[in-house]
């Protein structure tokens, strides 16, 4: 089965300007997820959505971060304006079945975003 | 909340060494346990998980067994190569807040 696609691979802005990030998940899979990670660390869940609706984005920056799922496939994360701690991977992961997670969780590459 | 715990790194060593790296976690409830290995330049991808208590996860060699009473999952190879060089995650999902949580991953490096 074809995997997680993101798109771009790699990103360099300067701050205060805006960035989006697109994923495409595994086909039928319900549960998507943006993951921030930063250098050394692990992932750290922004936003998880169940079908196009969001099941917890309790630590989504909201005031410069907002992610959509139309349709409930492909999804956006978008940041505005993007802050020099704001440089990391963002992952994009999906899963099939519940939004436990119980299954695991299929990640893309991510996208690289350095912030100048 | 819920967290996960893992051993720091870098672990270092010989292909063909016994390789362990301790993962320990705090949830309510019963959650479910992960290992994810991270290749240099890309995404994290599954390596074995276990559901329940005293289930044992395996995949490629390495094995991890689901011990509540100790509140562990520590990941076990008897045999590594240079090609298992990477970064480990444990982590787990479904416990107090539904919301995955990842260890800070501990890097692998093993010499010929």
């Known amino acids: 089965e074809a995997g997680v696609a993101q798109s771009p691979r790699y990103k360099i802005i300067e701050k205060r300007q805006s960035v989006a990030f697109w994923c495409n998940p595994i086909s039928g899979h319900a549960t998507l997820y943006w993951y921030q990670q930063i250098l050394g660390q692990g992932p750290k869940l922004l936003i998880q959505f169940q079908n196009n609706g969001v099941v917890d984005d309790s630590q989504l920056p909201k005031d410069r971060f907002s992610a959509e799922r139309l349709k409930g496939v492909d999804s956006t994360l978008k940041i505005q304006p993007a802050k020099l701690e704001d440089s990391a991977v963002y992952l994009c992961a999906s899963s099939f079945g519940s939004h436990r997670g119980d299954y695991g969780y299929t990640f893309g590459s991510g996208t690289r975003l350095t912030v100048v | 909340g819920d967290s996960v715990t893992q051993m720091e790194g870098p672990v270092t060593l010989s292909e063909e060494a016994f390789l362990t790296i301790n993962c320990t976690y705090t949830a309510t409830g019963y959650p479910s346990l992960f290992w994810y290995v991270q290749y240099p330049g890309e995404g994290l991808q599954l390596l074995l998980k276990a559901t329940k208590a005293d289930d044992k996860g395996s995949n490629k060699g390495f094995e991890a067994t689901y011990r509540k009473e100790t509140t562990s999952f520590h990941l076990e190879k008897g045999s590594v190569q240079v090609s298992d060089s990477a970064v480990y995650f444990c982590?787990?999902?479904?416990?107090?807040?539904?919301?995955?949580?990842f260890g800070r991953g501990t890097s692998l490096i093993v010499h010929p």
């Open positions: 982590a787990l999902s479904g416990g107090g807040s539904y919301i995955p949580t």
